[in-house]
């Protein structure tokens, strides 16, 4: 055994302290060496050349010393940068890792991946040339996929594999062409397509997505989502996101050039952003749109969702003081309107502008303004509009309306109790464009609101399913007093009934909005009782409340009668009973009919990575023309070792049928993952679109889901990625 040692040739500019595997000597041992020491050295048998983290094994190699390169063939094995290569031939540059090897294979240790080839060039350490070769990462000899390229670059600067004249092969299957694709070559976020997604829906037949994404930089990317509707055409979609030290938003738009069944064009938009300006102003909008009422109905699965029937165009400016904050907004809504069940169209504010200002203990005291200056307006006679299609003394076409709120309070908080009274005044001014005839034009109202929040606050050690907790007991009064005014002549511009629930008892007003100030004289009394670990974490939670009236309330809304000496009882219930195991519960109980007229019940087992059921009752028969009563499952388990089963079903028992209805399966192999999902949607008030996907992931190719994880997502509460390490939702 012959071993000789050369020293490598000294990097210009290059420090001591940042030697490299370039700074280090190259060490070569062989059975044999001839040659001269001065130029070149031949080596045979055994040969193995070691520089820094470079080795190179052999049956044969030439060191050229001036050139400082290495030629080696025979059964060769190399270990470069943390890769291992296998090949015929190697010729290697030590000083610039320039070179190539014929006929290997390899095995990249960034991302598991590895390949056979004709040969590959290295152009240098970071940057290799892949000839007529394959990628996977798949770790059998034998992949499951496995790509085919003529030319494959491996840019380890860039984190990038670009491959063009490429077929994609699945259990020996061609499953995709491309004359060009880029990937990823670790788990950051890189261009490339993302998994294709098959399927089939009631309203467009065939469907074939095929999403490409776009990595133009750390804080901006695209992803384009061209889809093929068998139907309809093809559908171009596209989603930008982008976020800078003053900005971010994200902006989403399809369209369908000559919809085959509706005969037009066929689109949709959406797009929010926020800009603050140096120092204290901040620009935002809101902007939805579609190009038609049956959107929602044909393409469930897109922008505009079956629940989301008024778009939002929202545009405001806002600027912030020490104490204040002044907004100018312009803001309406596109109506996507159901015959079946026809929803009004809300009133534009073009403009609305509001100030609020407030401080907190000012000796002692605390006190807030609002004032807000607003111009409505709204289409007359809208033809199928349930409130505008006939003139109304509640909703006038336009109008102007002026809103000062000023409030004051001295909260006393002390360890085991808290109260704080409260002065409010409601000042209101209309100015109005009626289209009744003999309504008034000019209204004005002030109302005074006086209020009392107290509370105790009681503490004791116990015991919570056999672990040591805190119990606290905390009773709580909350008293309100404001004075009678009719408003039966004053405008509905955005005001409506506030929904009844536990946060509500403790509002001063039954309504939302400005344009109804309720009378009180009311109380309402709470009591609740919290269970609290030591690490100061709420593990479960018991509340009951009501509120009680002491005189009748007469500001309503129309349809809307008020003659109790009562609220509902509410109750509500919410712990974790142990790691796996949650449960929830609340209920409205009417005492004048003595029944539970809302309640819903909702347990989750979650006992481990991957493995959750959800299961909640609820029911609402307060409103007595649209009852409510459903039960709603829905589950991500495992089936074997590799696949999973995932599934939700939305049941209502009043109509004896499924709403909403979800059942997919997944397999997890070692380096890929497929998943087939069906998915029953409701699009209108009679209608539902029933969906059919199938979608192939390949692990290191495409990392990102397309439909069918949004719609997983979505459906099954706690549901988690099998693919992530711990099964990390995203």
Aim: charged share 20%; proline share 6%; aromatic share 10%.
């Amino acid at each position: 055994m012959v071993t000789t040692t050369v020293a490598a040739a000294a990097l210009p500019g290059v420090a001591a302290a940042q030697a490299t595997d370039k700074d280090e000597p190259v060490s070569i041992s062989a059975e044999r060496m001839t040659g001269r020491p001065d130029r070149e050295i031949n080596f045979d048998t055994n040969v193995e050349i070691i520089q820094g983290t470079t080795v190179i094994e052999g049956d044969r190699a030439t060191y050229n010393i001036l050139k400082d390169e290495v030629d080696a063939s025979g059964h060769i094995r190399m270990r470069r940068m943390g890769d291992n290569y296998t090949g015929e031939s190697v010729r290697l540059r030590i000083d610039s890792g320039e070179g190539f090897i014929t006929q290997p294979t390899y095995h990249l240790q960034r991302n598991n991946a590895q390949g056979s080839a004709e040969r590959i060039d290295f152009q240098s350490e970071d940057e290799a040339l892949v000839s007529e070769g394959t990628y996977s990462t798949c770790e059998s000899p034998d992949p499951d996929w496995y790509l085919k390229s003529s030319r494959l670059r491996l840019d380890k600067t860039r984190d990038t594999g670009f491959a063009t004249n490429t077929l994609v092969y699945f259990k020996g299957v061609p499953i995709l062409a491309a004359p060009a694709m880029s990937f990823p070559l670790s788990d950051a976020r890189k261009s490339g397509v993302l998994p294709p997604t098959i399927g089939s829906t009631n309203k467009g037949g065939l469907e074939v997505t095929v999403p490409y994404y776009f990595n133009i930089a750390p804080n901006r990317d695209l992803t384009l989502y061209p889809k093929l509707i068998s139907r309809r055409g093809v559908q171009l979609g596209a989603e930008g996101r982008y976020l800078g030290e003053t900005y971010t938003g994200e902006t989403r738009v399809e369209y369908l050039p000559g919809d085959r069944e509706m005969k037009s064009d066929r689109y949709a938009l959406s797009s929010i952003h926020t800009q603050s300006f140096a120092p204290a102003w901040t620009f935002n909008w809101n902007l939805n749109t579609a190009s038609d009422d049956k959107y929602p109905d044909d393409f469930a699965s897109t922008i505009t969702t079956s629940k989301q029937r008024l778009l939002l165009r929202d545009m405001n400016l806002t600027y912030g003081g020490t104490f204040w904050y002044a907004t100018l907004r312009a803001s309406n809504y596109q109506v996507l309107q159901d015959l079946a069940a026809p929803i009004a169209r809300p009133y534009d504010r073009l403009p609305q502008f509001t100030l609020r200002a407030e401080k907190q203990d000012v000796n002692g005291w605390d006190w807030s303004a609002d004032v807000e200056a607003t111009r409505f307006w709204h289409p007359d006679n809208l033809a199928g509009d349930p409130v505008f299609a006939q003139p109304n003394i509640l909703y006038p076409q336009a109008g102007n309306r002026v809103v000062f709120n000023p409030k004051l309070s001295y909260p006393i908080l002390r360890p085991g109790f808290f109260l704080t009274p409260k002065l409010s005044l409601h000042a209101t001014s209309y100015s109005l464009d009626n289209r009744a005839i003999g309504a008034p034009t000019s209204l004005n109202r002030t109302l005074p609101t006086a209020s009392i929040d107290s509370g105790l606050v009681f503490e004791r050690d116990a015991n919570f399913f056999g672990n040591a907790v805190s119990q606290t007991l905390e009773p709580r009064l909350f008293y309100v007093y404001t004075p009678y005014r009719d408003q039966s002549q004053f405008p509905l511009f955005d005001s409506g009934l506030a929904d009844f629930n536990y946060a509500q008892l403790f509002s001063e007003s039954r309504f939302v909005g400005h344009d109804r100030v309720s009378d009180a004289n009311q109380l309402t009394a709470a009591l609740v009782s919290r269970f609290i670990e030591p690490s100061g974490a709420e593990r479960a939670r018991v509340a009951v409340g009501q509120r009680y009236y002491f005189a009748d309330q007469s500001v309503t809304l129309p349809g809307i009668l008020n003659s109790q000496t009562r609220s509902d009882l509410l109750l509500a219930a919410a712990g974790k009973i142990s790691q796996a195991v949650s449960v929830e519960a609340n209920m409205q109980y009417s005492q004048s009919l003595r029944t539970m007229v809302r309640d819903n019940y909702g347990v989750r087992w979650q006992p481990g990575p991957m493995r959750v059921l959800n299961l909640q009752y609820r029911r609402d028969v307060a409103n007595l023309l649209s009852p409510l009563e459903q039960i709603d499952m829905s589950a991500q388990w495992p089936m074997s070792q590799r696949w999973y089963g995932v599934g939700r079903v939305n049941y209502s028992l009043n109509d004896k049928k499924t709403a909403e209805a979800l059942l997919g399966l997944e397999y997890k192999a070692d380096c890929w993952i497929f998943r087939v999902v069906a998915q029953r949607t409701p699009t209108a008030a009679n209608t539902a679109t029933t969906g059919f996907f199938v979608q192939l992931e390949l692990n290191g190719l495409s990392r990102i889901g397309s439909n069918p994880l949004e719609a997983l997502r979505q459906n099954i509460p706690g549901y988690q990625l099998i693919n992530q390490p711990g099964g990390n939702s995203r």
